[in-house]
């Protein structure tokens, strides 16, 4: 037995396996890991882009507190992921379930059409919704018309702006949340499925037993990255309303987005970036923990 | 067959992009390498233009270049809306600033406060200063010293479809009552009475100063002191106000406020926007009878407001003079031609130079320019304040528009974000 040793072989393959991940690690470093090293670096500065960084120490993070602006708009970032990530996923495993009892033909064409949205920039996402949320002339208004409504403001509305954008991100994002749910879900072996109607389960039955539970994995990637998104969301809402009418839609990101670039205030803009980072870090981990405990209680 | 055909299909697709893609990059490479021999210096210059403006600054820029042996100019197009927000701050952090930019009212103050713009005194003549328009050149001018050249001045009106107008038995408002009036008329289920910006931008407080204005309001008085709560500033919000509390203006709106497709396509019966639709309105929607009036005044006191951009050079650029011998030479020397054409044929707009509008009379009388030209007079330029007195203003005017917040708690707030960054 010769320990410590490992063979020729063992070593190539560690070697080749590390060579090919490289390139990824490396963009991975340069766009993703340094950046936000430097995020941290300058959130103890003043800088204005143009005249030397002054450093201020925890200054930008003193202001933060007290910044009520910063809090409102967390507050409605926490509002935009309370309200979108239980939709998305119920949604997503909803149409996932359904869509795996569809056989061939059908469901390649129902998966396609899902998946359309999703192909489509967010740009282009966000005129186009512009265009059925538009109150006197567009799509949407003319249907509730029809069916006696009065015209809704949508976008306009300071009460309804934020579930209008919510809206599009479901658009957008479904199909491939529910592409997910679907593979997962067509690794379960049939056999299970047979197993259980024989001994008289229903379709409720199946899915809350077998079905939901084989498919945590793919459920807690969901759950957590659909989280992170809903923190990031940004370009619809510059598209759309710009924060509007009156801050309604004045998410975390597109604050931070103000101060930096319109205010001209990296250094506070970085300090918020930080913020924002961490407290997803607290909330993915605390999700991943909350999600694996139950699994042991089995 | 099906792989390779598949397979074939991936690499046309892949190949015409880059082809598209290596096109400009070896033109771009072989501009350059003609430029860099023998010392000559290169002058990089980023506009936004399109269309007959963007015409316009390649034949100059051509021009020049072949006049001048030792210059070149590199003209770049970026996209508008990257160029007022992150893309000049950014170029400056990476020392790669143009060395010739344009400002604006809601760039300029911020840019020269912190010293990104070089001090272009030194080359205007004693004629020059005399022949910009007063107030133009106020506008490009912090302390005495001046960091612009002014190149156009762009005012805004009251549009309106005639025909629509003509049905509804309304005659183009003048007061404030008449605009309200008539916007109250003319607001169908399909159509609004009259169209206002909706964003929190730059834009709509350049829509909103000369409400500001007219009704007797202004965010500094003369001492400096802030008087953004004045009573009249409390006017102007509850008029301002009303016309997206009550419907009568959108809340959301597809295309931009400036477009005048609004009325063009008939979505609109009115429509606050400036010289630089008078082309589109004539081109676009010719079947579409459009006029213009001033803006309707409370007191028979109609003003406007005149915006535009201005040619700044770049603080840290180490050709300031050659810079400035290019702008000059176009907008600012003897001979019009050039600044002619740039307000009259490349787009329209005022010139910032009295020659330029004597010397062109046939063209600001025509059209829709003659309406222009006839409340040009009434025009105050646009005020460039510091970035936080306009964050203040633009959550202001939202809070009235759509935040259900009254005027007197509007201003209030207001003055307190001001003098509070103003205290710093």
Same mark, same amino acid.
């Given at each position: 037995?010769?320990?410590?040793?490992?063979?020729?072989?063992?070593?190539?393959?560690?070697?080749?396996?590390y060579?090919?991940?490289?390139?990824?690690?490396?963009?991975?470093?340069?766009?993703?890991?340094?950046?936000?090293?430097?995020?941290?670096?300058?959130?103890?500065?003043?800088w204005?882009?143009?005249?030397?960084?002054?450093?201020?120490?925890a200054?930008?993070?003193i202001?933060?507190?007290?910044?009520a602006?910063?809090?409102?708009?967390?507050?409605r970032?926490?509002?935009?992921?309370?309200?979108?990530?239980?939709?998305? @996923?119920?949604?997503s495993?909803?149409?996932?379930?359904?869509i795996?009892?569809?056989?061939?033909?059908?469901?390649?064409?129902?998966?396609?059409?899902?998946?359309?949205?999703?192909?489509?920039?967010?740009?282009?996402?966000?005129?186009?919704?512009? @265009?059925?949320?538009?109150?006197?002339?567009?799509?949407?208004?003319?249907v509730?018309?029809?069916?006696?409504?009065a015209n809704?403001?949508?976008?306009?509305?300071?009460?309804?702006?934020l579930?209008c954008?919510i809206?599009?991100?479901l658009?957008?994002n479904?199909?491939?949340?529910?592409?997910l @749910?679907?593979?997962?879900?067509?690794?379960?072996?049939?056999?299970?499925?047979e197993?259980?109607?024989i001994?008289?389960?229903?379709?409720?039955?199946?899915?809350?037993?077998?079905t939901?539970?084989?498919i945590?994995?793919?459920s807690?990637?969901?759950?957590?990255t659909?989280?992170?998104?809903?923190?990031?969301?940004?370009?619809l809402?510059?598209?759309?309303?710009?924060?509007?009418?009156?801050?309604?839609?004045?998410?975390?990101?597109?604050?931070?987005?103000?101060?930096?670039?319109?205010?001209m205030?990296?250094?506070y803009?970085?300090?918020?970036?930080?913020?924002?980072?961490?407290?997803?870090?607290?909330?993915?981990?605390?999700?991943?923990?909350?999600?694996?405990?139950k699994?042991?209680?089995? | 067959?099906?792989?390779?055909?598949?397979?074939?299909?991936?690499?046309?697709?892949?190949?015409?992009?880059s082809?598209?893609?290596?096109?400009?990059?070896?033109?771009?490479?072989?501009?350059k390498?003609?430029?860099?021999?023998?010392?000559?210096?290169?002058?990089?210059?980023?506009?936004?233009?399109?269309?007959?403006?963007?015409? @316009?600054?390649?034949?100059?820029?051509?021009?020049?270049?072949?006049?001048?042996?030792?210059?070149?100019?590199?003209?770049?197009?970026?996209?508008?809306?990257?160029?007022?927000?992150?893309?000049?701050?950014?170029a400056?952090?990476?020392?790669?600033?143009?060395?010739?930019?344009?400002v604006?009212?809601?760039?300029?103050?911020?840019?020269?406060?912190?010293?990104?713009?070089?001090?272009?005194?030194?080359?205007y003549?004693?004629?020059?200063k005399?022949?910009?328009?007063?107030?133009?050149?106020?506008?490009?001018?912090?302390?005495?010293?001046?960091?612009?050249?002014?190149?156009?001045?762009?005012?805004?009106?009251?549009?309106?479809?005639?025909?629509?107008?003509?049905?509804?038995?309304?005659n183009?408002?003048?007061?404030?009552?008449e605009?309200?009036e008539?916007?109250?008329k003319?607001?169908?289920?399909?159509?609004?009475?009259?169209?206002l910006?909706?964003?929190?931008?730059?834009?709509?407080?350049?829509?909103?100063?000369?409400f500001?204005w007219m009704?007797?309001?202004?965010?500094?008085?003369?001492?400096?002191?802030?008087?953004?709560?004045?009573?009249?500033?409390?006017?102007?919000l509850?008029?301002?106000?009303?016309?997206?509390?009550e419907?009568?203006s959108?809340?959301?709106?597809q295309?931009?406020?400036?477009?005048?497709?609004?009325?063009?396509?008939?979505t609109?019966?009115?429509?606050?926007?400036?010289t630089?639709v008078?082309?589109?309105?004539?081109?676009?929607?010719?079947?579409?009878?459009?006029?213009?009036?001033?803006l309707?005044?409370?007191?028979?006191?109609?003003m406007?407001?005149?915006?535009?951009?201005?040619?700044?050079?770049?603080?840290?650029?180490e050709?300031?003079d050659?810079?400035?011998d290019?702008i000059?030479?176009?907008?600012?020397?003897?001979?019009?031609?050039?600044?002619?054409?740039?307000?009259?044929e490349?787009?329209?707009?005022y010139p910032?130079?009295?020659?330029?509008?004597?010397?062109?009379?046939?063209?600001?009388?025509?059209?829709?320019?003659?309406?222009?030209?006839?409340?040009?007079?009434?025009?105050?330029?646009?005020?460039?304040?510091p970035?936080?007195v306009?964050?203040a203003?633009?959550?202001?005017?939202?809070?009235?528009?759509?935040?259900?917040?009254?005027?007197e708690?509007?201003?209030?707030?207001?003055?307190?974000?001001?003098?509070?960054?103003?205290?710093?």
């Amino acid at each position: 037995m010769k320990k410590g040793n490992i063979s020729k072989r063992k070593r190539r393959e560690y070697l080749v396996a590390y060579a090919f991940i490289l390139p990824d690690l490396i963009g991975l470093a340069v766009f993703v890991v340094i950046p936000i090293i430097y995020a941290f670096y300058i959130s103890f500065f003043e800088w204005d882009f143009i005249n030397e960084k002054v450093f201020v120490g925890a200054a930008n993070y003193i202001r933060m507190w007290k910044d009520a602006g910063w809090w409102n708009a967390m507050l409605r970032t926490l509002k935009l992921t309370a309200l979108y990530v239980p939709s998305l @996923f119920c949604l997503s495993l909803f149409f996932a379930v359904l869509i795996s009892t569809v056989k061939s033909k059908m469901g390649s064409f129902i998966k396609t059409s899902f998946l359309m949205p999703f192909a489509i920039t967010s740009v282009i996402a966000s005129t186009l919704w512009m @265009f059925l949320y538009n109150e006197k002339r567009g799509y949407l208004n003319a249907v509730l018309k029809s069916l006696g409504f009065a015209n809704q403001k949508f976008l306009g509305s300071n009460k309804q702006a934020l579930v209008c954008v919510i809206v599009v991100l479901l658009w957008i994002n479904l199909g491939y949340n529910m592409i997910l @749910f679907l593979s997962a879900i067509k690794d379960i072996p049939e056999s299970y499925h047979e197993a259980a109607t024989i001994d008289g389960a229903n379709r409720w039955h199946i899915f809350r037993y077998i079905t939901f539970p084989l498919i945590r994995q793919t459920s807690i990637f969901i759950l957590v990255t659909t989280t992170i998104a809903s923190f990031q969301v940004l370009d619809l809402i510059m598209v759309m309303t710009k924060g509007g009418p009156a801050k309604a839609t004045e998410v975390g990101a597109l604050y931070i987005y103000d101060r930096s670039f319109n205010m001209m205030e990296m250094g506070y803009g970085s300090a918020l970036s930080v913020f924002l980072f961490l407290s997803l870090l607290v909330f993915s981990f605390v999700q991943m923990r909350a999600t694996s405990e139950k699994e042991e209680r089995i | 067959m099906k792989k390779i055909t598949a397979l074939l299909m991936v690499l046309v697709l892949v190949f015409s992009f880059s082809a598209c893609g290596n096109k400009t990059a070896q033109e771009d490479a072989s501009e350059k390498t003609e430029k860099n021999d023998n010392d000559t210096k290169v002058i990089k210059f980023w506009s936004f233009h399109a269309g007959g403006e963007a015409e @316009f600054l390649e034949n100059v820029v051509k021009e020049y270049n072949a006049s001048h042996e030792d210059v070149q100019i590199e003209h770049t197009v970026v996209n508008q809306s990257d160029y007022t927000t992150t893309l000049i701050p950014t170029a400056y952090a990476n020392g790669e600033a143009p060395d010739i930019l344009y400002v604006e009212p809601a760039t300029f103050t911020k840019y020269a406060e912190k010293g990104m713009l070089a001090d272009l005194s030194s080359y205007y003549t004693e004629e020059l200063k005399a022949d910009i328009l007063p107030s133009a050149l106020d506008a490009a001018a912090i302390e005495g010293k001046i960091y612009a050249l002014p190149i156009e001045m762009e005012t805004l009106g009251l549009f309106y479809n005639i025909d629509m107008l003509k049905e509804a038995g309304i005659n183009p408002p003048s007061t404030w009552d008449e605009l309200y009036e008539a916007a109250k008329k003319l607001t169908t289920d399909d159509v609004y009475g009259l169209v206002l910006p909706v964003e929190e931008t730059a834009y709509t407080l350049f829509n909103w100063w000369p409400f500001m204005w007219m009704a007797g309001a202004d965010v500094f008085a003369e001492d400096g002191s802030c008087m953004v709560d004045s009573k009249e500033m409390i006017t102007a919000l509850d008029y301002w106000g009303k016309f997206y509390q009550e419907g009568l203006s959108p809340s959301s709106l597809q295309i931009g406020p400036w477009d005048i497709g609004n009325v063009g396509t008939g979505t609109a019966a009115m429509q606050v926007s400036g010289t630089y639709v008078i082309n589109a309105a004539e081109n676009d929607y010719p079947d579409v009878n459009i006029g213009v009036v001033p803006l309707p005044s409370p007191n028979n006191n109609s003003m406007t407001v005149a915006g535009g951009q201005k040619l700044a050079i770049n603080a840290e650029s180490e050709y300031k003079d050659e810079a400035a011998d290019f702008i000059f030479s176009l907008y600012g020397s003897d001979d019009i031609t050039k600044a002619s054409e740039w307000t009259t044929e490349a787009k329209f707009a005022y010139p910032a130079r009295q020659s330029v509008i004597d010397n062109n009379k046939d063209i600001f009388e025509s059209g829709l320019r003659a309406a222009f030209t006839d409340f040009y007079p009434t025009a105050i330029p646009e005020p460039s304040y510091p970035a936080e007195v306009t964050d203040a203003m633009g959550k202001m005017l939202q809070n009235v528009m759509f935040g259900g917040v009254s005027s007197e708690d509007a201003v209030k707030e207001a003055k307190q974000a001001i003098e509070s960054a103003m205290d710093k």
